[in-house]
């Protein structure tokens, strides 16, 4: 008896909580700590007692877990909560019990001690929070993410890398990730990652990365960052991989514009100069040897686009210089160029704007000489080929009406269709001989244009009327009415609306119908002619009333026509004040919309 006080006064002298238990689990004594905590008795603590003091939510668990250790002998070891029975306060104790045995191997009880871990619990719990915490920033960054051993290992990367890669982790932890990269990168990136690890230095590399799904690679920035402990002891490598493809497709673009500007620059075909307000301030070889110029003229201040600009250009020269500076552009344009010498050259000028404050300009020059040369030798061409076709085709009409009229009076019919189709294709030929001569007079500006009053609403149904009697595949419906009259040349207004039935007839070969609509008002007349046809596709809109130009696609190519129609049609249109437009769609037709403003109401 005196040994076992002995061993109660030094278990209560013991800076922990101890317990004292019987082989079959019966608490027999708690030593003065333990009553303290938990602010009880002898009496209540005895037996299962202690239990009361233990958190509901880890009460079961402690129980099974000490009735577990009791039936199978092994030590009894759990995480709990117990309260103080002072402040009410829950406090993590980690409880241990060894069953104590005599030579026999017989367990004469259990010896327990309840160690205090609150703080160790609240730290672990931090940590696990601060852990959830860097895996959640490591999944919500729009960033490919990874962590890797001190030895390089790649353990663990966020779903963006697993998404991106198309594989799962397994695949590529460890250094598998080096067959992702792009095999001219894969050298240099390991050299950096080895030295990185070799000095622990952060790791900062470029290398293309191919992405699973597609095989397409992109560049990423990779770095790599060390964690370490207070000792400077690496705990774990943290990266990032940002794609900068489109950046460096950007750089590449540049390095590319840059190299084809120096290209240009050096170019002995195309003359470029800076422009800063009316002063050219800088040139490349080419324009100073297509002007005459020198070095030092430019130096000088003596190239001047306004001075070198013959009076009969200017105009429009200011024009598109008005254009350059509101939408940094200008459209190229025909000008000439009066040279050092006096002479004067023809060019094709195109710009843009290099840059706002000071206002600076790039202007490219093309020698337009040979071309302008070419057109005008095409142009007097045309003119002497219509002037020396027109006669004989008037002589032929005249000998085709004398033999329909004598064969007519000998009463022969047989051959009225050949005639017919004879006329048909000389009327074909005699208006693109026509049509050639009127061209030929718009380019030389000597287009006539007999002014007089014309009333709209009976020249346009008497051409409705003879294209209705040519054309008796086609019903041309006229809707409302202008009941206006404007000056201008009535034959040439019958040339337009007569072309533009003519197309609608020509190209809507499965359709019965060509529409005309007719408004007016204070200021304007409004005809549009609509069909319901092939239709023109968007970005040939601009091009047909071109020179020469056609609508592409086999269908329209099928259709017979060299293009000058609506080249003419636009320009009688111009000389007249007015305007015409076009709207379409593919497969179901064209409206083209003539506007004439009323300068004077009859």
């Not at 239709?535 to 071109?546: A, L, S, W």
Request: aromatic content about 8%; charged content about 25%; hydrophobic content about 40%.
């Amino acid at each position: 008896m005196r040994v076992e006080g002995e061993i109660y006064a030094l278990v209560d002298a013991l800076p922990q909580l101890v317990w004292i238990a019987r082989p079959d689990g019966y608490v027999t004594y708690n030593n003065q700590r333990l009553i303290d905590y938990l602010a009880m008795t002898l009496e209540q603590v005895e037996g299962d007692g202690w239990l009361a003091g233990v958190h509901p939510d880890d009460r079961q668990r402690a129980q099974e877990a000490w009735q577990s250790a009791i039936q199978t002998s092994i030590p009894y070891e759990a995480e709990l909560r117990l309260q103080n029975g002072a402040s009410g306060v829950y406090r993590w104790f980690l409880v241990r019990g060894v069953p104590r045995r005599n030579a026999q191997d017989t367990i004469l009880h259990w010896v327990g001690t309840c160690t205090d871990i609150d703080e160790q619990k609240h730290i672990e719990q931090a940590l696990r929070e601060s852990r959830e915490e860097l895996f959640l920033v490591m999944e919500t960054i729009p960033q490919l993410v990874w962590l890797a051993r001190p030895d390089g290992f790649l353990e663990y990367s966020n779903q963006r890398v697993v998404t991106y890669l198309n594989v799962p982790l397994e695949q590529f932890n460890g250094d598998q990730w080096f067959s992702f990269i792009h095999p001219d990168d894969r050298q240099k990136t390991r050299t950096s990652w080895q030295t990185a690890l070799r000095t622990g230095q952060s790791h900062e590399v470029e290398y293309r990365l191919r992405e699973g799904k597609t095989g397409n690679y992109r560049w990423f920035l990779v770095r790599g960052t060390p964690f370490t402990d207070a000792k400077g002891r690496i705990l774990k490598w943290f990266g990032t991989c940002t794609d900068i493809d489109e950046q460096k497709r950007t750089e590449e673009a540049l390095r590319q514009s840059q190299e084809r500007m120096s290209i240009l620059m050096t170019s002995n075909i195309i003359g470029i100069s800076v422009i800063e307000g009316d002063q050219m301030v800088d040139a490349n070889d080419t324009f100073l040897r297509m002007t005459g110029y020198t070095r030092e003229d430019l130096r000088a201040g003596s190239m001047n686009w306004k001075h070198m600009t013959p009076p009969e250009y200017l105009a429009r020269s200011q024009q598109a210089h008005q254009e350059l500076a509101m939408q940094q552009w200008m459209a190229p344009y025909e000008k000439e160029y009066i040279c050092k010498d006096g002479s004067r050259l023809s060019v094709v000028v195109g710009a843009v704007v290099i840059q706002q404050h000071p206002f600076q300009a790039i202007a490219f020059v093309l020698d337009n000489s040979a071309h302008h040369e070419l057109e005008q030798r095409k142009d007097d061409f045309i003119s002497m080929a219509s002037h020396e076709l027109r006669n004989p085709l008037t002589a032929l009409k005249l000998q085709m009406a004398l033999l329909h009229r004598q064969l007519a009076k000998q009463g022969i019919q047989a051959s009225e269709l050949a005639l017919s189709r004879m006329e048909i294709q000389i009327n074909t030929i005699t208006r693109f001989v026509e049509e050639m001569l009127d061209i030929s007079k718009i380019r030389a500006g000597s287009l006539e244009y007999i002014q007089e009053l014309v009333d709209l609403d009976t020249l346009l149904r008497e051409i409705a009327d003879n294209m209705q009697h040519s054309h008796p595949s086609h019903t041309i419906v006229i809707r409302g009415a202008l009941q206006a009259s404007l000056m201008g040349d009535r034959d040439r207004l019958g040339q337009v609306f007569s072309n533009l039935l003519s197309n609608a007839i020509k190209y809507s070969p499965n359709a019965q119908i060509v529409e005309m609509d007719l408004d007016t008002s204070s200021e304007a007349v409004t005809i549009s002619v609509h069909d319901h046809g092939l239709g023109i596709p968007q970005e040939q809109r601009e091009k047909i009333f071109e020179r020469f130009y056609r609508a592409a696609g086999p269908r329209q190519q099928a259709i017979p026509g060299l293009g000058m129609g609506l080249y003419i049609v636009a320009e009688i249109i111009k000389h007249h004040g007015g305007t015409i437009t076009v709207d379409s769609t593919v497969g179901e037709g064209s409206t083209f919309t003539v506007t004439l403003p009323r300068e004077r109401n009859a």
